[in-house]
């Protein structure tokens, strides 16, 4: 019920956030006139233009040619740029992990099973949600801008002229990018987050690298990885998207081009948080403990 209550409360902010970002501007008395028919008006056209979006991006990416050299870029841009972000997000979440759950564990008797509760935690929820909020914000941003750029200057009519599919060339290398990326990154996060927990650990109370991690091991399996790794692949898929539609709608000029980066941080985030609600839920059905 509990778990209810969250999904419905999600979904109800997410419809805003959307709906809030397809309202058009319109004067205030106006408004006040047409704002809810004009609410559901764009939370449909929203909707609807992201279902058309997807099929023409799922028959655009499966028939070849295959654009393999633009893919590895977007790989690349992603990925690696990203990493000195998620490592730097995946250590301060270690660190505050040990920090504020050394003292509770110490009163109640089972400061030795800090080690298996750092480890889960970051393997299992935080390493993940992290990441992908990081990579949302820096990669959403930047993927809506750089497509938002391309449309209000019509270089994507111009590459549509030369015969080349931009929902090949542009849309679909930089989401198959994001699902592949994202695992990859939350890995080294997870790395990351361990290690600096062991540190945070260690100024109190001296233990070794080894024995931390074989204490926390022993609670942990591969079977608390693979979902997790699962969860970042559609992640990666709900950044990338959302990133791309945001960014390929834009229109108005520069002013355009900063509404659609604003807007597929803040959705692409919404939509993150609400999906994994879901996955977790799913996960807890398909993997039991």
């Given at each position: 019920m509990k778990l209810s209550s969250q999904i419905i409360a999600w979904i109800g902010a997410t419809l805003f956030a959307v709906s809030a970002n397809a309202w058009p501007r319109l004067s205030p008395t106006k408004r006040e006139l047409e704002g809810p028919r004009d609410l559901l008006v764009g939370l449909l056209e929203w909707f609807g233009g992201i279902g058309e979006f997807c099929v023409r991006l799922v028959s655009a990416a499966a028939r070849p040619p295959y654009e393999g050299r633009e893919l590895l870029r977007q790989m690349d841009e992603i990925g690696s740029?990203?990493?000195?972000?998620?490592?730097?997000?995946?250590?301060?979440?270690?660190?505050?992990?040990?920090?504020?759950?050394?003292?509770?564990?110490?009163?109640?008797?089972?400061?030795?099973?800090?080690?298996?509760?750092?480890?889960?935690?970051?393997?299992?929820?935080?390493?993940?949600?992290?990441?992908?909020?990081?990579?949302?914000?820096?990669?959403?941003?930047?993927?809506?801008?750089?497509?938002?750029?391309?449309?209000?200057?019509?270089?994507?009519?111009?590459?549509?002229?030369?015969?080349?599919?931009?929902?090949?060339?542009?849309?679909?290398?930089?989401?198959?990018?994001?699902?592949?990326?994202?695992?990859?990154?939350?890995?080294?996060?997870?790395?990351?987050?361990?290690?600096?927990?062991?540190?945070?650990?260690?100024?109190?109370?001296?233990?070794?690298?080894?024995?931390?991690?074989?204490?926390?091991?022993?609670?942990?399996?591969?079977?608390?990885?693979?979902?997790?790794?699962?969860?970042?692949?559609?992640f990666g898929f709900i950044i990338g998207a959302i990133g791309c539609f945001q960014g390929m709608r834009a229109k108005g000029g520069t002013e355009g081009v900063g509404r659609a980066s604003t807007s597929a941080v803040v959705l692409s985030s919404l939509f993150v948080i609400l999906a994994d609600v879901v996955l977790v839920r799913l996960i807890i059905t398909f993997f039991p403990q």
């Open positions: 740029k990203s990493l000195p972000l998620v490592a730097l997000a995946g250590a301060a979440i270690g660190v505050v992990l040990s920090l504020h759950t050394r003292d509770t564990l110490v009163q109640f008797g089972a400061e030795s099973m800090l080690p298996a509760l750092i480890i889960i935690s970051i393997v299992k929820e935080s390493g993940p949600i992290i990441t992908a909020l990081v990579v949302s914000g820096r990669v959403g941003a930047g993927i809506g801008a750089e497509l938002g750029s391309m449309k209000v200057t019509e270089q994507i009519d111009a590459i549509e002229a030369s015969a080349v599919n931009p929902y090949k060339f542009l849309v679909a290398t930089r989401i198959v990018a994001c699902m592949a990326m994202l695992p990859l990154l939350t890995i080294a996060a997870d790395f990351c987050g361990i290690l600096a927990g062991w540190a945070a650990n260690t100024l109190v109370e001296p233990i070794s690298l080894k024995l931390f991690l074989t204490q926390g091991l022993k609670q942990a399996d591969f079977v608390d990885l693979l979902p997790a790794i699962i969860k970042t692949v559609v």
